[in-house]
């Protein structure tokens, strides 16, 4: 079905759908009748890359030569900022990425014009996203100093809930990728409560 430039070592695929009362059927089908051996396959919600846990499995295992099939470049990401780095991910790491039923390949250190203008298109369209997330952003604080006198900027605090503590406690004998199994606590929280922890049992021991 497609021709290759370079002997391939492994067919992957990655399906993903956004609800729970959805199945993976028919983009396996797909996978499966495209070459793909091993589908990794998960039900995610949100437009952002993190928390994807097949998602990160799979770029962790892709080797030079591999190739990652996905139906359609929605499955794969709902944000051209994060499309394009993850394209650029599996193509650094000597990784094609393939979509179906939009007819694009994206190979890795191939002097193609037409994949570098898709690239450079999607890398255009990323900046013009993050300015346009820059600009609402700063708006709406603007907003909210001028109409909310309690408003406070940055992150509130997170409050070390039971089940918090219950990973701090795991985290004494275990490692972090360890608690995330036994918890379902993503990695980056579980970084930032033990840095809280620890903050504040500096700070009231100072007291």
Do not use: C
Not at 63 to 73: A, S
Not at 91 to 109: A, R, Y
Not at 149 to 167: D, L, S
């Amino acid at each position: 079905m497609f021709r290759k430039k370079v002997e391939i070592l492994s067919i992957y695929g990655y399906s993903r759908v956004s609800t729970s009362n959805q199945d993976y059927k028919t983009q396996i089908a797909k996978l499966e009748k495209s070459g793909a051996t091993e589908i990794f396959s998960e039900k995610y919600t949100g437009t952002k890359k993190e928390g994807r846990k097949e998602l990160e499995e799979l770029i962790s295992v892709v080797k030079n030569g591999d190739q990652v099939l996905v139906t359609k470049i929605d499955r794969l990401a709902r944000s051209i900022v994060d499309l394009n780095e993850i394209i650029s991910s599996f193509n650094q790491s000597g990784v094609t990425v393939i979509f179906l039923e939009n007819s694009l390949i994206f190979e890795p250190n191939k002097n193609d014009s037409m994949q570098t203008l898709m690239m450079n298109m999607l890398g255009s369209f990323a900046q013009f996203e993050r300015d346009l997330i820059v600009t609402r952003t700063q708006e709406g604080k603007q907003w909210q100093r001028a109409n909310n006198k309690h408003y406070k900027e940055g992150r509130p605090k997170r409050v070390i809930t039971e089940r918090y503590r219950h990973a701090l406690e795991l985290m004494e004998t275990n490692s972090m990728r360890e608690v995330e199994k036994k918890t379902n606590i993503s990695l980056s929280t579980l970084k930032r409560i033990k840095k809280q922890a620890k903050a504040e049992s500096l700070k009231k021991n100072l007291l």
